[in-house]
């Protein structure tokens, strides 16, 4: 067994359908009295309905989070949260809103509370990201991990199922890039292998009923899974190409890391083929790569980059980017090898 290093990072989870019905309890553990309610402008509804069962708990709502964080939004919502005397915030909703709690934690270290409604995981890692200029620049800090975090599954049954499919697929990219991360280690294996199992079984089951709850709690527990594995070990070549290809070309974030993973990951096959049996065992496929691609076909997700709006004639700059200053990964990574990585990403033709 080779040498490892793991550093546990505590939050506390709440998991069950209804487990919202909790939040005044852990706000009051919290040491907390005037909870901020965050959410997007299409879950305003959502937050509005958090709110109203708070009570005394409740400073206000604030529904303008958007994807990526702009800092204009992180600025205004750091204001009302003054402006209202809060002391905690509740992010319910995906990434974009959970984003925007860790950008109000930055600044002035109130306890979060997540409540995701996405599969996307940022509850339970301390990475950051706040957009300026344009430019999206992310990091690392423990202070932003969320407290609490509360898996309701009843949340989650809106979730329109294009984007149940592409957010499970999502989550499935954190856990295989963490199986042939550089700083893995056992803990991990484990969990990002289930995280794939988890997700891999829900996602046909809610393409068939995208309201069996039972299905609904699998994903999310799998999403839990695959998120710690993000939030514990460094990402590779798949997270960086998606990072450049949402970036740089505004491609949207779930659908991106869709299309992109089994070609990230049958590049780097060779190179790991440990990570390549488990994640083929969790997706009970004969190969990774195109296990992956069948598990987001089978359940109609875009698998072209050029469907969900990429442009031929940008892939040779994204090579370029993508080549540059590269994270760590398991093969080499090699500006041509890449660039036709990205043409096959682009054609959709399915990995062996
Ligand atoms: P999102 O949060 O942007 O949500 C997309 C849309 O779906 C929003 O309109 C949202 O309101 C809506 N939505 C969410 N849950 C819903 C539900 N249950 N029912 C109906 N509508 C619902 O999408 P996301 O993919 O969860 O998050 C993407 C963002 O999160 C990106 O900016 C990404 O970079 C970031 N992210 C960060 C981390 C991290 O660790 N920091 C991890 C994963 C993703």
Excluded at 14 to 40: M, N
Excluded at 138 to 152: A, W
Excluded at 256 to 278: D, F, G, K, Q, W
Aim: overall charge neutral.
């Amino acid at each position: 067994m080779k040498e490892f290093l793991y550093t546990a990072q505590s939050a506390r989870v709440i998991f069950g359908a209804g487990a919202v019905q909790y939040l005044p309890r852990e706000i009051e553990l919290l040491g907390a009295q005037r909870a901020l309610v965050l959410s997007t402008p299409e879950q305003a509804h959502d937050a509005e309905r958090v709110a109203q069962r708070l009570g005394k708990y409740v400073a206000g709502v604030f529904a303008k989070a958007v994807m990526h964080v702009p800092i204009d939004t992180a600025r205004e919502a750091r204001a009302e949260a003054q402006r209202l005397g809060a002391d905690c915030a509740v992010a319910i909703g995906g990434g974009s809103t959970t984003g925007l709690g860790k950008a109000i934690a930055l600044e002035s270290g109130f306890p979060i509370i997540a409540i995701p409604t996405t599969y996307a995981g940022s509850e339970v890692t301390p990475i950051y990201g706040l957009t300026e200029g344009g430019v999206k620049r992310t990091g690392k800090d423990p202070r932003i991990l969320p407290r609490t975090v509360i898996y309701d599954p009843e949340l989650t049954l809106s979730l329109p199922l294009g984007m149940t499919v592409t957010s499970g697929m999502n989550a499935i990219a954190h856990a295989a890039e963490g199986l042939y991360s550089k700083d893995s280690n056992p803990i991990m294996d484990l969990i990002a292998a289930e995280g794939i199992r988890a997700i891999a079984a829900a996602l046909p089951a809610l393409r068939a009923h995208p309201r069996d709850l039972e299905a609904r709690s699998q994903a999310l527990y799998g999403a839990w899974l695959c998120g710690t594995v993000l939030g514990n070990v460094g990402m590779a070549l798949h997270h960086k190409l998606c990072h450049t290809l949402g970036g740089s070309f505004n491609l949207p974030h779930a659908e991106v890391h869709t299309v992109i993973l089994p070609y990230a990951i049958e590049y780097n096959a060779s190179a790991a083929p440990l990570a390549m049996t488990r994640i083929a065992a969790a997706l009970q496929a004969r190969t990774a790569a195109g296990g992956l691609y069948d598990l987001a076909r089978d359940q109609g997700a875009p698998c072209a980059l050029r469907d969900i709006g990429m442009r031929s004639a940008d892939l040779d700059r994204a090579a370029d980017l993508a080549a540059a200053n590269p994270y760590w990964n398991p093969r080499p990574i090699e500006r041509n090898a890449i660039r036709e990585l990205l043409q096959r990403a682009y054609d959709g033709a399915r990995p062996p």
